[in-house]
């Protein structure tokens, strides 16, 4: 499971795709479906297989490659299917042609044929689009189960929570702030402080209950606060009360929770202390989208002290 939606895409008409925006098309389409895009559009085979690698999602292409430049001829997708695939790539393919005349692809894996003379109405790239759009919809689908959205939320808050502590040393080195330190120990007092009364307060009870239902999360607190420290700072708008909401409150409520279905429904959710949090594709875009504006704001925070 990832954040990025990844297209590698070969046509030697690379200047119309880029010119009339059909790529920007496509690009938004997943940017609005809540991943960050990234397009690769290469002319020849030589770029395409010089690209070529297990981490994209989609591979759009047109069926007859013209390679009569290099003296070879003319290349029909079947043969790219079978080099691609004896590189033990097995990423969905998207083929397209506006002429037909093309050998059954159907039965392959993970392969989509797309005739545009035979759809009505639009252009040849509109009608390409539209379709990639399709196919995109539906591979989006398998990165939408339960269990791989928790790993994907606990991995990502868990990068940018190492680059805010990578923020912090740097900042630190560059400006020796007696606020964010202070910031960072007396938010460890506190912590620890109230930890130490409760727990002092729970054994004299004999409330182990309490003990192990109140798991600890101290550097995740500390970097927020020293964070947001900087951002005070510096003048900047301070996003990490949103960055706890979002972030960390979700992730401790997925790492916490317990995954279950009904079995009339198939409605699958997490149950949590606070209550039932239902999965479905909209709390997935919600999750994503939380992630990349976060991952942007941390980017543009740590640029802003690389300029100092």
Known sequence: MKIEYSILW?????SDIIDDNYAEDIVTFITELGFEPIMNIVSNEEEFFKSLNDSYDLILTDYHL???????????GDIIIQEVREKNIFTEIMFYSARGNVKDTNKKDRITFVETNRI????????????AKELITLTVRKFQHIVPMRGLLIQEASNLENEMLEIIIKYLDKKNSVTVKN???????SFFGEKA???????????IGKILSDPLLISSAQRATAISQILEDEGKDNFIEDFKSEIIKMRNEFAH????????SGIEYFQTKKGDIVFDSELCKA?????????KNISDLDQSIDQM
């Open 10 to 14: 070969l046509d030697d008409k690379k």
């Open 66 to 76: 013209n390679n009569e430049d290099e003296g070879e001829g003319e290349r029909n």
């Open 120 to 131: 009505p109405g639009s252009t040849h790239y509109e009608k390409i689009v539209e379709k």
């Open 183 to 189: 910031s960072i120990f007396d938010s460890l007092i």
């Open 197 to 207: 009364e409760k727990a002092t307060k729970y054994k004299a009870n004999d409330k």
């Open 257 to 264: 929770a317990k995954y279950l279905k009904d079995r009339d």
């Open 287 to 295: 999750i994503r989208l939380n992630l990349i504006k976060h991952k």
